[in-house]
């Protein structure tokens, strides 16, 4: 799961997957990322954490790291939030092979719309429509790949 900062959206990703993994006793290593160190060992953004907390979620083991290219070779799927972070992922892969893991995460949900999953840092009240939207998007990559 990656995003830019890696504690605002990836962060409620990584935590939602991992529950729906579990609840289907799924033995998936799933971990989020964003594109910049510019948060890296820093905790997910208190209002993702909140909102985890509202769904009962708890995502304070977390911490901000950065996507690495090597993390192309060592997962089976990538999920971008957003085209910007899609675009950076593709140019870290080094054949079709690495690009062909690299998935707009709302593509899940509506196949070829390309939709991005709003940035909430800026704003106050994103971040309950950004669970509701990766929770979804999550329900379908179970779906379609367990
Ligand atoms: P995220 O949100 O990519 O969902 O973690 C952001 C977090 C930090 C910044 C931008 C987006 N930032 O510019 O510091």
Same mark, same amino acid.
């Given at each position: 799961m990656v995003c830019l900062g890696n504690i605002c959206r990836s962060p409620l990703a990584e935590g939602i997957l991992k529950e729906k993994a579990k609840a289907k006793g799924l033995d998936w290593q799933v971990d989020s990322?964003?594109?910049? *160190?510019?948060?890296? *060992?820093?905790?997910? &953004?208190?209002?993702?954490?909140?909102?985890?907390?509202?769904?009962?979620? &708890?995502?304070? &083991?977390?911490?901000?790291?950065?996507f690495l290219a090597s993390d192309l070779d060592e997962y089976d799927l990538v999920f971008a939030m957003d085209a910007s972070n899609y675009q950076n992922i593709v140019r870290m892969a080094h054949n079709d092979s690495q690009k062909g893991k690299?998935?707009?995460?709302?593509?899940?949900?509506?196949?070829?719309?390309?939709? *991005?999953?709003? &940035?909430?840092?800026? *704003?106050?009240d994103g971040?309950?429509?950004?669970?509701?939207?990766?929770?979804?998007?999550?329900d379908k990559i179970i779906e379609q790949f367990a």
């Open positions: 990322a964003g594109t910049s *160190g510019y948060h890296a *060992g820093e905790l997910p &953004d208190s209002r993702s954490i909140a909102v985890a907390k509202n769904h009962d979620l &708890d995502i304070t &083991d977390q911490r901000s790291q950065q690299v998935h707009l995460i709302m593509n899940m949900a509506s196949p070829g719309m390309n939709q *991005g999953v709003p &940035d909430p840092y800026w *704003g106050n971040f309950e429509n950004v669970y509701q939207m990766l929770d979804l998007a999550c």
